[in-house]
């Protein structure tokens, strides 16, 4: 019996129209343009407007957007993840909310949550359940309105994060395509490091976290920085060698856009040209579940059936690890 597999077969995306660019930062925050794009690479970023619109807002467009581009039917849809660490609500599942406005009604959903490595941990949930045959069609959307939990007068997290919704199709292939391989790893020392003190169950919201700002992400930059560089490379590195790949085997780098020295110190790592590293942190900066999926939208024409992709990510928590992935088709 051929061995089932799960592939990626269509992807799709949203970013919200507005570009917040380091000049208007420039404008909120004591810093500048050199500064900002020296250390991170970003230079603007998209944030969701409107009043009313979630995470969910951009989920459902994500989702749509893949539909029609596959010509996929909703009901067909038997499951929808949604990577997240902004849902809509506490409680209420955003991934129900998505799955019923695209018409998935004949799928189960739920809201995944591993910081900026949520979407890296939604490929292998949505893989093993395809690879056990039971299930055929698993939408994987990865989808942040960070700007909803950014204090814009903290110039250490304003200049960075944004918002965007990327979506995968992942179905069963029996050629051997598909996800091959993953490390993943987490450690909880790094919730001292990365994290939102209040609204939770150990500090719930009251006036006094208001006031103090509690709600919004506070990060100890340096420390993260660190973790970051360390462990995306080490994972990479890895996936290659157990895997007895080299260089020359890989044709993409597929890494989480949090800052594009930890970009390159990856790419370094395992030896990889500029050209076989996917990047897009200087348009949308990191916009967390939806960087990895952003990657794959904006290179999907690039991409070729049989290309190997190795996936690498690192969030608080921590949570980090890498995936190995052959492209499935040709856009």
């Known amino acids: 019996m051929t061995k089932i597999t799960a592939a990626i077969t269509a992807v799709g995306k949203y970013l919200p129209e507005y570009a917040l660019t380091n000049k208007e930062l420039e404008t909120m925050v004591d810093t500048n343009d050199e500064w900002i794009t020296s250390r991170t690479g970003i230079k603007e970023r998209r944030i969701l407007k409107g009043d009313g619109l979630g995470t969910s807002f951009m989920a459902i467009k994500a989702a749509e957007d893949l ?38 009604v004949n799928a189960f959903s739920y809201d995944l949550q591993a910081a900026c490595s949520s979407f890296l941990y939604g490929m292998s949930t949505a893989a093993r359940y395809i690879e056990s045959g039971r299930y055929k069609k698993v939408l994987l959307i990865g989808a942040d309105k960070m700007s909803s939990i950014i204090d814009y007068t903290d110039r250490a997290t304003c200049i960075i994060f944004g918002d965007g919704a990327g979506a995968v199709l992942f179905e069963p292939n029996n050629d051997g395509l598909g996800l091959q391989d993953e490390y993943l790893r987490s450690d909880g020392i790094g919730r001292e490091f990365l994290k939102i003190e209040a609204g939770g169950s150990i500090l719930p919201p009251s006036e006094e976290t208001v006031k103090n700002k509690q709600h919004f992400v506070h990060q100890e930059g340096k420390t993260v920085f660190k973790f ?39 790419a370094n790592r395992v030896g990889l040209e500029d050209e076989k590293v996917m990047m897009n942190i200087h348009k949308y900066g990191n916009t967390t579940s939806a960087t990895l999926p952003l990657l794959l939208a904006d290179y999907e024409k690039e991409l070729k059936k049989g290309d190997n992709l190795i996936f690498a990510a690192f969030g608080g928590g921590f949570t980090w690890g890498s995936i190995y992935l052959k492209w499935a088709y040709n856009s």
Request: without cysteine; glycine residues 2%.
């Open 67 to 104: 539909l029609q581009k596959s010509n996929t039917n909703p009901e067909d849809i038997e499951m929808v993840i949604v990577a997240t660490a902004t849902p809509d609500l506490p409680v209420a599942s955003t991934a129900a909310y998505t799955a019923s406005k695209i018409g998935a």
């Open 228 to 266: 970051a560089v360390s462990n995306m490379a080490d994972v990479s590195e890895k996936m290659l060698t157990r895997n007895n790949l080299t260089k020359e085997d890989i044709q993409w780098l597929v890494p989480h856009q949090a800052n594009k020295r930890i970009i390159e110190a990856t």
